[in-house]
């Protein structure tokens, strides 16, 4: 599908700008997260508790930022004229990046995505 030039010019804009929420909530998560565990290892007087939350709270912004990033990969893929090439790039990337997400809420909840509330699982 073709668009206008001004068109493709705000698909790109509004990819930009998810790209870049992506980042911000990684590098803001992995800065709010690291300065918590910092003042909660020092005043609980031990790290393991603070590290455990650390862990949960990077693993967190970890998953927000990777959502953000999947978004603008769609939507530059799919709303700036996409080739087959470009599909099958987009498919890659969204199973690597569905793979990761489900790989860390599995290591922050112990549980599948798809197991909430189950009985015997490790909860938030």
């Known amino acids: 599908m073709k668009h206008p030039e001004a068109l ?3 698909w790109r804009g509004i990819s930009w700008g998810l790209e870049t929420a992506g ?4 590098v ?9 565990f910092i003042w909660q290892s020092l005043k609980e007087g031990s790290v393991r508790p603070a ?8 693993g967190r912004a970890i998953l ?5 990033l999947v978004a603008a990969d769609i939507v530059r893929t799919v ?7 470009d599909l099958s790039v987009l498919g890659l ?14 290591e922050i909840t112990g549980r599948w995505p ?6 015997g699982q490790k909860g938030d």
């Open 8 to 10: 493709n010019a705000l």
């Open 23 to 26: 980042v911000a909530a990684i």
């Open 28 to 36: 803001l998560g992995a800065l709010a997260t690291t300065s918590i």
């Open 51 to 58: 590290y455990t939350r650390f862990r949960n709270g990077f």
């Open 64 to 68: 927000l930022g990777l959502e953000f």
């Open 79 to 85: 709303a700036i004229g996409p080739t087959l090439q």
């Open 93 to 106: 990337l969204v199973l690597i990046r569905t793979f990761l997400s489900f790989a860390l809420e599995v």
């Open 114 to 119: 798809w197991g909430a509330g189950q009985p």
